[in-house]
């Protein structure tokens, strides 16, 4: 059989290793191949679905929206009643009132739409040297090229020439790198900091305790945007019982960038939360900054986030996501003490990883816990994600976990 299909993940080597792996189904916290093997989905897909899988009233919704209306593109003075639903819906729940919501088809889409935003703000408002925008290290913004230029993993950004100029990066963990960033170049000339609250991608690091703080408040004193990547920890995967990590960490950003869990995957879509006091020199002086997408706010897509938060409200699922930080804390700690294993970093709402020992062994763990049942991914450097869906159980987790012990103590 051959594949025209390439992810491009890290963990491609063992999938070409191991044999294909084809998923046909999926059913709360589980996938199924198509021998109908039953797997734990250690991540949600890819941190997105956090209702699980296999939600039918989901598929109904957007069923019933395309039968009705596809979808109409909401340029002007004109979009689809479920756009405008979703719209008000999702502003309701904003960590900053009055936040205006801007569509995308997904989380780069939106990550460049708070990047070029942040740069035509600051020109709309009178101080165009404010182009500069920070990122840090090990971050993960998407595969666009503002999203790559700002991420902290310069492979990405490798043989592509050169990408968004203007782009400084700082140490990921070290608040008083920004401060050392703004002596050297200005804060005058600084438009945004793009910071996720929990760094994913790049290898899940949960942030060092008063980080977030130290710079949300950094960027405040200076007139520096604050952009929350929430991609990932958006729609409760950050705990605490809250929409947004933001929340969680009081951090009132200027804008939050979210896709995933905003419709838990089952259509693509991304959203920007831009904050009143930014929004408004556009949305309400009638200024149009010449972006936007055909897609943005699609009517099928809404309709299907519609119903995930539906079931996130009815099935009280953010509380279930931060009861899970406790539940994957406790069953997962313990896997610390291996010999294969670094560290077990954890706490932090539904996000969890085990970092190898040896990260070279990442693409064998993988494969040997694909065998064992469990859907995991490296992420980073051998670090083997830990964040599911909403719905997994108590005793799913502790299933989980006992599966990743008894591969890691052979590996
Ligand atoms: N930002 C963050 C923090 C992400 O984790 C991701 C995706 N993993 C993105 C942006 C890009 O989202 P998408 O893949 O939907 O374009």
Redesign the pocket.
């Known amino acids: 059989m051959t594949y025209s299909l390439w992810h491009g993940f890290a963990d491609m080597a063992s999938v070409v290793k191991n044999g294909p792996f084809v998923l046909t189904r999926g059913e709360g916290a589980y996938v199924f191949d198509a021998e109908d093997n039953r797997y734990i989905d250690a991540t949600a897909g ?2 997105f679905t956090n209702v699980g899988h296999g939600r039918t009233e989901i598929a109904d919704a957007v069923a019933a929206q395309l039968g009705k209306l596809a979808h109409f593109s909401g340029f002007g003075d004109h979009a689809a009643d479920v756009s405008i639903e979703l719209a008000e819906r999702l502003a309701a729940i904003a960590p900053v009132a009055g936040s205006k919501i801007f569509f995308t088809s ?6 460049e739409t708070a990047a070029k935003l942040a740069r035509r703000y600051w020109h709309e408002v009178g101080q165009p040297d404010r182009t500069i925008m920070v990122g840090r290290s090990k ?6 090229v503002a ?1 790559t230029s700002l991420a902290g993993i310069p492979a990405n950004g490798e043989g592509y020439g050169e990408l968004m100029p203007g782009v400084e990066s700082i140490a990921w963990d070290d608040a008083k790198s920004l401060l050392g960033l703004i002596e050297r170049i200005g804060a005058e000339r600084i438009a945004a900091f793009f910071c ?1 609250p929990i760094i ?2 790049g290898g899940v690091y949960l942030p060092p305790d008063g980080y977030l703080d130290e710079v949300r408040g950094i960027c405040r004193d200076h007139g520096i945007l604050f952009v929350a ?4 920890t958006g729609f409760g995967r950050g705990g605490a019982q809250e929409w947004f990590a933001s929340s969680r960490f009081d951090l009132a950003p200027d804008m939050i ?1 979210t ?2 869990g905003l419709t838990s995957g089952y259509v ?1 879509m ?1 959203a920007v939360f831009i904050a009143p006091h930014l929004a408004d020199p556009f949305f309400g002086g009638g200024v149009w900054w010449r972006h936007g997408y055909t897609y943005g706010g699609h009517a099928g897509a809404a309709a299907a986030a519609l119903a995930n938060l539906d079931i996130l409200e009815r099935e009280n699922l953010l509380q279930r996501a931060s009861a899970l930080e406790g539940e994957l804390a406790e069953a997962f700690s313990p896997l610390a003490g291996l010999d294969a294993v670094a560290e077990v970093r954890t706490g932090l709402g539904a996000v969890t990883a085990v970092q190898l020992a040896d990260p070279a062994q990442a693409p064998t763990a993988v494969a040997h816990l694909r065998r064992a049942g469990v859907v995991t991914r490296a992420a980073g450097q051998g670090a083997l994600q830990v964040s599911p869906s909403f719905v997994m159980t108590t005793e799913q987790v502790r299933d989980m976990a006992d599966r990743f012990g008894g591969v890691l103590e052979q590996l």
């Open positions: 890819l941190w997904g989380g780069s889409d939106a990550v971050a993960y913004h998407g595969m666009h999203g996720e994913g991608a990547d929430e991609v990932v960038t896709a995933k693509p991304g």
